[in-house]
């Protein structure tokens, strides 16, 4: 095994170490969705990575929307819209 095999390795192991922290770390996430409809009052139904998730808002949403959405110390229960991106015209 020469260096640049170990380096890699290493690489791969502090890397791997990291994800799994990251996905038990209690931290707020913050990442973007598209909002797919209405669930109930004050709550959305959104689109992450292939995934369907439901958000609370304040804020009148509509389908197709670009929101910020919070999961509060990595409570994917918890989940709440933090604004929404102005659409762009087409």
């Not at 791997?16 to 209405?38: C, H, I, P, Q, W």
């Not at 609370?56 to 389908?63: F, K, V, W």
């Amino acid at each position: 095994m020469n260096l640049q095999d170990v380096y890699k390795k290493l690489v791969e192991d502090i890397h791997y170490l990291f994800k799994n922290a990251a996905e038990t770390m209690k931290f707020d996430r913050t990442f973007r969705a598209k909002v797919t409809g209405s669930a109930s009052k004050g709550k959305y139904t959104i689109s992450y990575k292939n995934r369907t998730l439901t958000a609370r808002c304040s804020q009148n949403l509509h389908p197709n929307d670009t929101v910020w959405v919070c999961a509060p110390c990595n409570d994917w229960n918890s989940l709440f819209i933090l604004a929404a991106e102005p659409q762009e015209s087409s």
